[in-house]
Every structure is written in structure tokens, then in C-alpha cells.
């Protein structure tokens, strides 16, 4: 996991060999190195239709859909990709955590403060039909993290309230969590996304959540 990409080490604190995050009961991880990959994804097909033996194509379109998600936010430096498997009543709630290192080319680590105000320039150059992110410092348990939500249209529908999007469907929310990974030049990245407009503020509390209950392991 934190071995993925190797920090620059500085001086300072000992870089954390790795790090623990407390999830719901209902989400699945999915290992994202190559040697462990289908491993994680199969078992995740597994557990999905256990006890239905008539949908072999629906089966295969899950596992060939997942393998290609994996692959790519693997291709992205992802290190894990964990899915909510979530349900209430007969429906199921989507929503996705991608973790990511992202080393930085500084010869010493970039403080919060400094990457709050570089993302911050770089979405006053987005497109004007897209909402401007909520962008923040905030204090965690694993330390100072800069924390940014966004809003994304997504293809189809006539906006928001159009009659082909009544309630924001074709919307997705995500929150992003930028943490410095202690005696490096390294932030880990979590990146929680939903589908689920309508419910986005419930959502960004339990993202928040789980984003606060990281901790640095040794």
C-alpha cells in the first residue's frame, strides 16, 4: 500500500509504513497491484451473485467492468479502490473511495496552505458551466489535510432541473481529501465520489467520516 510510489523522504518525522482507514460495514476493497487485482475483483463478483446461477452474462459484464475500473485508476497511481456495496431496503448505494499517492517534485514538503490556494487558482480557470469547488483546510486525526468537494454535470438530461433530470441524477459528487504523508514530500489522496445529488451532503458526512478515522501506522 504505502510502498506504492516511494515518498521522497525528508528530514523530520519517520515516513509511516502505511496507514488504517475505518470503513462502513457494506463496502468492498479492491487491491489495485496487478498481482492481486483479480483476485480482489473475483471475490467481490463472488460475494455479488452468490446464490444466482442464472445471469452468467451479467456476471462476466460486472467482472470485465470492474477489472477495466481497477486497471485504470491503477494506471493513475491509485493504490486501492474501495465501493460501497451499501443497502437500503432493495436499492443499493453507489459510491466509490480511490486512494492515491501522489508524490510532489518539491525538494521539501508543500504545506496545506500552499496547495489549498494552487488547487484554488486552478479551478478560477475551469469551464463557467461548472460549479466552483469548495475548497478548505481542515485539522484531522493524521493531521492538517486540504479537503475539496465538487459538483460534475454529467452527459444527458437539460440541467439540473430539466424534465430528463428532475432531481440531479445526471450529477455526481465527490470529495477530495489531500493528506501530507508525514517525513515526505508525498500527499495521499482520497478521492470518495457518488452518483447521488439529491443526498450529497449525507453523503460528504459519512465521506467525511471515514476521511477523519485515518491514522498512520508504523
Known amino acids: 500500500m504505502m510502498t506504492t510510489g516511494s515518498p521522497t523522504p525528508t528530514e523530520g518525522p519517520t515516513p509511516p ?15 489495485l497491484d496487478p498481482d492481486q487485482r483479480e483476485k480482489s475483483v473475483d471475490a467481490l463478483v463472488e460475494r455479488q451473485f ?3 446461477d442464472n445471469a452468467p452474462h451479467l456476471k462476466e459484464e460486472l467482472r470485465g ?22 443497502a ?8 466509490s473511495l480511490l486512494v492515491t499517492l501522489a508524490p510532489l517534485r518539491h525538494a521539501e514538503p508543500l504545506p496545506p496552505e500552499e496547495l489549498a490556494r494552487a488547487l ?4 478560477g480557470d475551469g469551464d463557467a458551466g461548472t460549479p466552483a469547488p469548495e475548497i478548505g483546510v481542515e485539522q484531522l486525526a493524521a493531521g492538517t489535510a486540504v479537503r475539496v468537494r465538487r459538483l ?12 430528463d433530470n428532475p432531481h440531479g ?3 455526481s459528487v465527490s470529495v477530495e481529501y489531500h493528506l501530507p504523508v508525514p517525513g515526505t514530500t508525498a500527499y495521499l489522496l482520497l478521492t470518495f465520489s457518488t452518483p447521488l445529488e439529491p443526498i450529497a451532503d449525507a453523503m460528504a458526512g459519512l465521506f467525511d467520516a ?4 485515518l491514522t498512520w501506522t508504523e
Do not use: M
Open 17 to 31: 509504513a502505511d496507514y488504517r482507514l475505518l470503513l462502513p460495514e457494506g463496502w468492498f476493497r479492491i487491491l
Open 50 to 52: 452468490r446464490g444466482i
Open 120 to 123: 484554488a487558482e486552478d479551478a
Open 169 to 171: 441524477a445526471n450529477a
Open 65 to 86: 467492468d470492474l477489472r477495466r475500473r481497477a486497471a485504470k485508476a491503477h494506471r493513475s497511481g491509485g493504490i486501492e479502490l474501495y465501493l460501497s456495496l451499501q
Open 152 to 163: 460534475a454535470r454529467q452527459p444527458g438530461g437539460n440541467g439540473p432541473d430539466g424534465p
Open 210 to 213: 471515514i476521511a477523519g478515522s
Open 88 to 95: 437500503v431496503g432493495p436499492f443499493t448505494i453507489p459510491a
